[in-house]
């Protein structure tokens, strides 16, 4: 049985909202992380190795001031949603306890199994992991992709029965803790300088994000040792000199003098397509004429005519 529709599409979200203010908390939560690693590393070296608890600290407590403070996560606030009870009522301590739990604790927890999954990829790629020898490493090496795959097929259950208006719960998650989403409809009408506000900082904030990675890719030690690398290789020798056809003019044995008129070279001219140097009147009517460089005999024209300058 499915809900009202209108009411329905009046208190909560539709689907695409939802999927953008997810995309966008996915977006949110590297770009934390890769502030907090800048920070730090300016005045904290000894945390680097921690960055991910770091990280997790710094956004528990940003989303704990905007789950206390508006019932809802920065993202969810960006696109004017906000948490409600199963009955519609406003988050009590416990709600917002399990909300943020489930913002944060859960992606780091979920994070760090992939990181760890990954990890042990590669080490089956040299050391092949057996029962007998790791038996946990093996068994979380196996299982962990079927928990994923079947913990997305959840997710697509619930995705696709709130399309269909069949379910309240967007999320697994938001089931479990008894937690809706819905529009903030008091704040709909937002004054113009709170718009202004979040257009312009939405629009720095990637801005500010792509140049401070660009800086420290810029002053990195391994683009320093990249482009030592490169500036150090030896020059390549030149490629060897093109052989005259059999039924062309034969190469002079002195190199200053035209092939043509067998005399030293008056604007040296230097054919493309073969490389051949000639005096420039002298290559110039025979191509013209003939539409081939005459050792080579590979078809040409005067526009692949060059002059050659010596300072």
């Known amino acids: 049985m499915t809900f009202n529709d209108d009411l329905f ?11 953008a203010q997810e995309n966008m908390e996915d977006s949110l939560k590297p770009a934390m992380k890769y502030t907090t690693k800048v920070i730090t590393g300016l005045f904290a ?47 009590n301590k416990d709600h917002r306890i399990k909300s943020l739990i489930c913002l944060v604790v859960i992606p780091y927890v979920l994070s760090k199994l992939d990181s760890i999954h990954s990890d042990l990829l590669y080490e089956n790629d040299d050391v092949v992991i057996t029962y007998e020898r790791h038996k946990v490493k093996f068994l979380f090496f ?7 795959t079947c913990w997305n097929m959840i997710k697509f259950i619930f995705q696709l029965r709130y399309l269909f208006n069949y379910s309240l719960y967007y999320t697994p998650l938001l089931w479990i803790t008894g937690i809706q989403l819905s529009r903030n409809l008091a704040d709909t ?67 200053i003098l035209c092939p043509i ?6 604007n040296p001219t230097c054919v493309t397509r073969s490389g051949f140097v000639y005096c420039y009147v002298c290559i110039y009517q025979h191509v013209e004429k003939n539409k081939i460089c005459p050792i080579s005999l590979l078809s040409t024209d005067t526009t692949q005519l060059i002059r050659l300058f010596t300072i």
């Open 261 to 266: 008129c067998l005399h030293p070279r008056r």
């Open 189 to 255: 009408q937002r004054s113009y300088s709170q718009s202004f506000i979040q257009n312009v900082v939405s629009f720095i904030l990637p801005v500010l994000l792509f140049t401070l990675k660009f800086i420290e890719w810029w002053y990195s030690p391994d683009k320093e040792e990249s482009t030592r690398r490169v500036t150090q290789l030896p020059i390549p020798p030149p490629p060897p000199p093109m052989k005259g056809h059999s039924h062309g003019i034969p190469i002079p044995d002195n190199p």
């Open 45 to 91: 070296y000894r945390v680097s190795s921690f960055i991910d608890e770091v990280s997790l600290v710094v956004e528990g407590v940003i989303q704990t001031l905007f789950l206390w403070k508006n019932d809802s996560s920065i993202s969810e606030n960006f696109y004017d949603l906000k948490r409600v009870s199963c009955v519609g009522e406003p988050l």
């Open 142 to 148: 196996k299982l962990y992709p079927y928990f994923l």
């Open 9 to 19: 599409s009046q208190v909560h979200p539709s689907i695409f909202e939802l999927i």
